[in-house]
């Protein structure tokens, strides 16, 4: 167990809905990356926060946000959603921008 | 742009058999190159990382990877397969020392046969 936890664990959206998902970092780390796991393929990057600044982001639509508080949990929030936003979305917290990172068991978001 | 590739979405070993996953590389500069085990239902495992210090990497579980700048390869690999090593297995690249914002393969499953 990593210590980074996610939540919720599953969940089923409408296509055109919102969705907010959370990540607990685990303790002593500033840094939280989210990816997208679709079914059958490995996960892509979304974005990275770093002390609550976004630092870096992949390539995905600007209906996909994100935020970092100041105890350095983080959200991600998908606005209008689509079918093709159904997948595991996976978060990973580090201690720095550049040391390991630690996944959590990701959220499965269903879309219908 | 990075990129790596898993040849072979699916591999079957038997239990006690040799265990070699695949992975080559594109890299414009030099690569930071990982491999991650996923359970199902769970999130990534670090099984091992390369970062230049030496070519021939051990991770966890008896894994292992050899750097391979001449093949483009990073290829994982076990002595012995182990009826819990089945799962799914990623190569991943980043140009950072660290494993952030990582270029994932789509993955091999390894089945073990009894």
């Known amino acids: 167990e990593t210590g980074v936890t996610q939540s919720p664990t599953h969940l089923i959206k409408t296509r055109g809905q919102q969705v907010t998902l959370r990540c607990s970092s685990q303790s002593g780390h500033n840094t939280v990356s989210w990816y997208q796991q679709a079914l059958g393929q490995g996960p892509q990057f979304i974005f990275q926060y770093y002390r609550e600044e976004e630092n870096g982001r992949g390539n995905f639509p600007p209906r996909f946000s994100g935020l970092q508080f100041p105890n350095y949990s983080s959200e991600l929030n998908v606005n209008a959603l689509e079918l093709d936003d159904s997948a595991l979305y996976l978060c990973a917290s580090s201690q720095d921008a550049n040391t390991e990172a630690f996944f959590g068991q990701g959220t499965r978001l269903t879309v219908v | 742009a990075q990129s790596v590739t898993q040849l072979g979405s699916h591999v079957s070993v038997s239990e006690g058999a040799l265990v070699l996953l695949r992975c080559n590389y594109s890299?414009?500069?030099?690569?930071?190159l990982f491999w991650y085990v996923q359970y199902p239902n769970q999130g990534l495992q670090l099984l091992l990382k390369?970062?230049?210090?030496?070519?021939l990497v051990k991770g966890i579980n008896g894994f292992e990877a050899e750097f391979k700048k001449s093949e483009t390869s990073f290829h994982l690999t076990k002595p012995s397969a182990h009826m819990s090593d089945a799962a799914e297995y990623f190569c991943?690249?980043?140009?950072?020392?660290?494993?952030?914002?990582?270029?994932f393969g789509t993955g091999t499953r390894l089945t073990i046969i009894p």
């Open positions: 890299s414009s500069v030099p690569p930071y």
């Open positions: 390369y970062t230049s210090a030496a070519t």
């Open positions: 991943a690249v980043s140009d950072n020392f660290g494993n952030e914002k990582l270029t």
